[in-house]
């Protein structure tokens, strides 16, 4: 269920424009921009490694892991406050994101500006999501799961059978199925950050790598926290990413049927309504239209969900009202989901494109936070007050790159708000006192990293560090086959679609080796006892 309600989530409306976008423009090679978010490939991470780590803390936020992780003294208060804060801030990012493109979206379909239309959207979407938990949104995500894959499934189906791969190749640029990259690309105006394609893509990986071992955020978090045991975490994974496979042939199929529209197609943005309201028959036009709907409202309520949660729990139970009441706590969650989507909505009118807001979301917001997560699972020296720092001048830092230099490209805004990061978490923790022994201690113990631990691996049994050791060789070998594994699972339908055989054939053998890899390195190993070895 959570695995359904996870793959909802992340299948977004706005998201799915964005990426059309830029298949139109570039082909197939549009994927590996999406690298930056789209394409979850961080999950596959999650999947062998990191989702286990959650499972093992027995906390149900992100916030309370601080003081898991830090104590429940000064350090922790101060991670877990910096934590939430971060959460609330990329919240009011993703309502923004959201605005600009379901007003974008429904504005082909609704006689009401594209402002209009996000507010009656998101008017609707707030009204559900405040009166639901977790739970709540778990079984809304799941029959959205249903319509959202009828739709894939349709779309993905009518470009097979009605455009032939000699019809690609006539109507598409020169390269338009070819997946590697060149150094540099000409770019339409708009998106010329992205000239220097093979460079961004470097940082693209870069950036997976250490969102990947850094573990998820927000309510992608609550999931893995909800789940009892590194089985359920393992298969959880799996199944959200297997699920999310239909959103790629999907999106190939709609940047397929944009190229019929011709010289109708003015904002690569569009391309997606466009296609609905000129090439899709009206009753499933109407299904489809519902589908969408279904996956910007999932995305929609899970973030809000998570950013009030934190705002309540970690901030205003703590710091403001200690002896709340159950009725002032869900008072105030619906004043505090009210004022974060009222912050969202004034950011997102004065944001121009989708995929402004989203590229400052994953690669300098996100970058202004990755470092200090990546670091807590591996450095035993990192405490709460460098993680804090960290966070807080990142956070700080994006926020300033995004005022003062809204032109850098994605690269560049990562590496400068990553460094910024880093130099503020190292500086502070190593001009404050560690973390507790016995707080660090526990944290080794149950969650078992491996990484820079070896001052707190002196106190624990010899058995216990082998048995550690033996799991991390067996998770990193794991990884190794996840990455080809996950990366196959979505390109493998697309060359489908697309009729480019000898790259399908090509895909769908990486899909079996990786998928044997997976079988005997990872999956029989869910179960497995290493201290009985």
């Known amino acids: 269920m959570l695995g359904v309600s996870g793959m909802a989530s992340n299948l977004d409306m706005t998201g799915?424009?964005?990426?059309?976008?830029?298949?139109?423009?570039?082909?197939?090679?549009?994927?590996?921009?999406?690298?930056r978010g789209g394409v979850c490939l961080a999950m596959a991470f999650f999947m062998v490694i990191v989702g286990k780590w959650h499972s093992r803390a027995g906390v149900m936020t992100v916030a309370e892991w601080m003081?898991?992780?830090?104590?429940?003294?000064r350090q922790g208060e101060s991670a877990r406050l910096l934590s939430a804060i971060a959460a609330v801030i990329t919240t009011v990012g993703m309502v923004a994101y959201f605005f600009v493109g379901s007003g974008k979206f429904l504005s082909l379909f609704l006689p009401f500006s594209p402002n209009v239309c996000s507010l009656i959207m998101i008017a609707v979407a707030l009204f559900y999501t405040v009166l639901s938990g977790l739970y709540g949104v778990v079984y809304t995500d799941l029959f959205q799961s249903l319509l959202i894959a009828m739709a894939a499934v349709y779309i993905s189906v009518k470009a097979f059978l009605n455009v032939d791969y000699a019809a690609i190749q006539a109507m598409t640029p020169p390269g338009w199925t070819t997946l590697i990259p060149s150094w540099r690309i000409a770019m339409p105006p708009g998106y010329e950050i992205y000239n220097l394609?093979?460079?961004?893509?470097?940082?693209?990986?870069?950036?997976?790598?250490?969102?990947?071992?850094?573990?998820?955020?927000?309510?992608?978090?609550?999931?893995?926290?909800?789940?009892?045991?590194?089985?359920?975490?393992?298969?959880?994974?799996?199944?959200?990413?297997?699920?999310?496979?239909?959103?790629?042939?999907?999106?190939?199929?709609?940047?397929?049927?944009?190229?019929?529209?011709?010289p109708q197609v003015t904002d690569p943005e569009m391309v997606l309504p466009m296609v609905l309201v000129h090439l899709i028959p009206t009753g499933f036009k109407g299904l489809l239209i519902a589908a969408l709907i279904a996956a910007a409202m999932s995305t929609f309520d899970s973030t809000i969900n998570a950013g009030a949660s934190y705002l309540i729990k970690d901030?205003?139970?703590?710091?403001?009202?200690?002896?709340?009441?159950?009725?002032?706590?869900?008072?105030?969650?619906?004043?505090?989901?009210?004022?974060?989507?009222?912050?969202?909505?004034?950011?997102?009118?004065?944001?121009?494109?989708?995929?402004?807001?989203?590229?400052?979301?994953?690669?300098?917001?996100?970058a202004g936070m990755f470092i200090p997560l990546f670091v807590r699972w591996y450095w035993w020296r990192l405490n709460g007050y460098g993680f804090a720092m960290g966070t807080a001048v990142g956070i700080i830092g994006a926020i300033v790159q995004k005022a003062l230099f809204p032109y850098w490209p994605e690269w560049m805004a990562f590496l400068i708000v990553s460094l910024v990061s880093l130099c503020g978490m190292l500086t502070t923790t190593l001009l404050t006192e560690a973390t507790p022994v016995e707080v660090l201690n526990h944290f080794y113990g149950t969650t078992r990293p491996f990484g820079f631990w070896h001052k707190i691996r002196q106190g624990f049994d010899q058995r216990v560090i082998l048995s550690i050791r033996k799991e991390a060789r067996c998770d990193l070998v794991a990884l190794v086959f996840a990455v080809p594994w996950h990366l196959a699972l979505f390109l493998t339908p697309v060359y489908l679609v697309l009729h480019h055989w000898s790259r399908f054939y090509l895909f769908l053998s990486i899909l079996a080796l990786s998928s044997i890899g997976l079988y005997f390195f990872w999956y029989k190993n869910l179960d497995r006892d290493y201290s009985k070895d």
């Open 16 to 35: 799915t424009m964005v990426i059309i976008s830029f298949f139109y423009i570039l082909g197939v090679k549009g994927f590996l921009i999406e690298l």
């Open 315 to 366: 901030v205003y139970q703590i710091y403001f009202n200690p002896h709340a009441t159950e009725k002032q706590l869900i008072r105030a969650s619906y004043v505090a989901s009210t004022v974060i989507v009222i912050l969202g909505i004034a950011i997102g009118v004065i944001t121009p494109s989708i995929n402004i807001i989203w590229g400052w979301i994953t690669m300098s917001l996100g």
């Open 67 to 73: 003081e898991y992780r830090f104590g429940k003294g």
């Open 197 to 262: 394609l093979g460079l961004a893509v470097i940082f693209y990986f870069l950036k997976v790598f250490i969102e990947g071992f850094g573990g998820p955020q927000g309510y992608t978090a609550q999931r893995y926290f909800a789940v009892k045991s590194d089985r359920e975490s393992g298969l959880l994974s799996l199944l959200w990413i297997s699920l999310m496979t239909m959103r790629w042939p999907f999106i190939v199929a709609i940047a397929l049927l944009g190229f019929t529209l011709g």
